[in-house]
């Protein structure tokens, strides 16, 4: 039972590179979400998807991307990569919005731009 | 200010000792609260869950909710080495899965002195 990973864990980029993180998730679960972390600021929210398809922003959603064209796979993307992108990043899946429910979280990829 | 707001710490107690971890909010909306515990290196895992007001305990941890005061608590018992690590705060008003995302405090690293 894999529940949900992440890669690269670790990556280097370069300044202006285009960069793609990926989610995967084997519960089948409806919701997942793309957090960054850093010192000083905590978890913030980037995206967040429903469903296939179906996509919204958090609350620093500026320089990324996201598609999400099968339920368990979600994408970010930084199109032109920047210094202020260097952070770790956390997908994060749950089942349904229900009051029972939480967020499961990835192993974090931990990315710095040059 | 921030939504939630959460002491970084760090917090250093003795090996036995009762822990005391608390976030205050500005969100009257906030009806779901979660406890998050994260290792170094290491994906957010959830701790404890409440839904409103009340006290939530579950081993050695108590979660408390006071809405009227829009401050919760976590408390440790008998603390343990292997509890040092950070704890994250985490809110919703949606619901537990937090279907547009949970807010997060900033983290409490806490340290356990053997």
């Known amino acids: 039972d894999a529940g949900i990973t992440q890669s690269p864990r670790y990556k280097i980029t370069e300044t202006g590179r285009q960069v793609t993180l990926m989610c995967h998730q084997t519960?089948?679960?409806?919701?997942m979400f793309w957090y960054r972390q850093d010192l000083g600021h905590g978890l913030r929210l980037i995206y967040y998807?429903?469903?296939?398809?179906?996509?919204d922003k958090g609350e620093v959603p500026d320089g990324y991307v996201v598609s999400r064209s099968k339920t368990e796979n979600f994408p970010l993307t930084l199109e032109s990569a920047t210094r202020s992108q260097t952070s770790v990043y956390f997908c994060?899946?749950?089942?349904?919005?229900?009051?029972?429910?939480?967020?499961?979280f990835g192993p974090g990829t931990r990315l710095t731009v040059l | 200010q921030k939504e939630v707001e959460q002491d970084p710490g760090p917090l250093s107690v003795p090996e036995g000792a009762i822990v005391s971890l608390n976030c205050t909010y500005s969100?009257?909306?906030?009806?779901?609260f979660m406890w998050y515990r994260q290792y170094s290196r290491k994906g957010p895992e959830l701790l404890m869950y409440t839904y409103s007001s009340g006290n939530k305990e579950d081993g050695r941890f108590t979660a408390q909710v006071d809405k009227s005061s829009k401050y919760i608590s976590l408390f440790i018992r008998d603390s343990q080495p292997s509890d040092s690590a950070t704890y994250l705060c985490?809110?919703?008003?949606?619901?537990?899965?937090?279907?547009?995302?949970?807010?997060f405090g900033k983290g409490t690293h806490l340290i356990i002195q053997p």
């Open positions: 519960w089948s679960h409806s919701y």
């Open positions: 985490a809110m919703s008003a949606n619901s537990g899965g937090g279907a547009d995302g949970l807010t």
């Open positions: 998807s429903a469903a296939a398809d179906i996509t």
């Open positions: 969100n009257s909306a906030f009806q779901y």
């Open positions: 994060a899946s749950s089942g349904t919005p229900s009051s029972t429910d939480t967020q499961y």
